[in-house]
């Protein structure tokens, strides 16, 4: 064979291999971020408070980016007076992977002894805030306060007082109150503590151990200032991974707990 026709058949020969990968390559399904869990045992719950503030923006984009359910729970108060903050909050209005929920308007004005003394005075501060951010579920977490009340048979709180005010939400507006199971925390650089495999393993034992709310449901709790940290951010990213991957384990919005 001349050399001509030796370079001719290399030629084709290249051009048919790019031809079959090509082929290869459009018949290959991307990888799946979500799995089938059909028989999973354990579902999880992911939320977060005090938003819209600084961090909610690298919030949303991460929840955008892994794709997994996240419940938040938002004041209304800050977006009021902060127009950045009140493009957050269009921003997480248009984000499927989002259910936004009521935290209170004024946050209790972080004096909540003050604030849980007028029960009334917390209906009328949840209503506003409903009104304002223009919300059409009935989910509530209590400003400063672990408390849960989800009718009038199923409730657990810190104190009388805001136990009352739950009630009061519950009677007048059927608002349920969620509390939570587990906190991810931070120290005092506001980096979150724990490798995203530690918070991993505590969960799972929770769970397994039934020392949650509700046996086989975990509420997790963090907040919106955390993640203007790329590495707090990181963490996130690497438990939700962490979840989605657990054949055990289905990441829910809490409206359906």
């Not at 799995?35 to 977060?48: A, G, N, Q, R, V």
């Not at 419940?71 to 903050?85: C, I, Y």
């Not at 408390?147 to 199923?154: K, M």
């Not at 805001?162 to 005092?188: C, H, M, P």
């Amino acid at each position: 064979m001349s050399k001509k026709s030796l370079i001719i058949a290399a030629v084709l020969f290249l051009i048919i291999d790019c031809v079959l990968m090509t082929v290869k390559l459009s018949q290959k399904k991307p990888k799946p971020i979500h799995k089938e869990k059909p028989h999973y045992k354990y579902s999880i719950y992911f939320t977060s408070d005090d938003g819209p503030l600084v961090g909610s923006k690298d919030l949303n984009q991460l929840v955008l980016d892994y794709e997994f359910p996240l419940t938040l729970f938002l004041v209304g108060r800050p977006l009021s007076q902060d127009k950045t903050l009140k493009e957050y909050y269009q921003e997480y209005r248009k984000n499927r992977y989002l259910l936004l929920e009521n935290h209170s308007f004024s946050h209790a004005n972080f004096h909540y002894k003050h604030y849980y003394k007028d029960s009334d005075g917390v209906v009328k501060d949840f209503i506003k805030n409903r009104d304002l951010l223009e919300l059409n579920s009935s989910l509530t977490r209590l400003p400063g306060r672990n408390v849960w009340y989800l009718n009038n048979n199923d409730y657990k709180g810190e104190s009388n007082n805001s136990l009352t005010a739950a009630a009061k939400l519950y009677k007048e507006y059927q608002f349920k109150t969620f509390g939570w199971d587990y906190e991810i925390r931070v120290n005092s650089k506001r980096k979150i503590i724990l490798s995203a495999l530690k918070h991993y393993k505590r969960i799972k034992t929770l769970l397994k151990e039934g020392k949650t709310y509700k046996k086989g449901s975990i509420v997790i709790l963090m907040h919106d200032q955390l993640f203007h940290n790329k590495e707090n951010l990181k963490t996130l990213g690497e438990l939700v991974l962490l979840f989605q991957d657990d054949d055990e384990c289905k990441l829910k919005f809490l409206n359906r707990y």
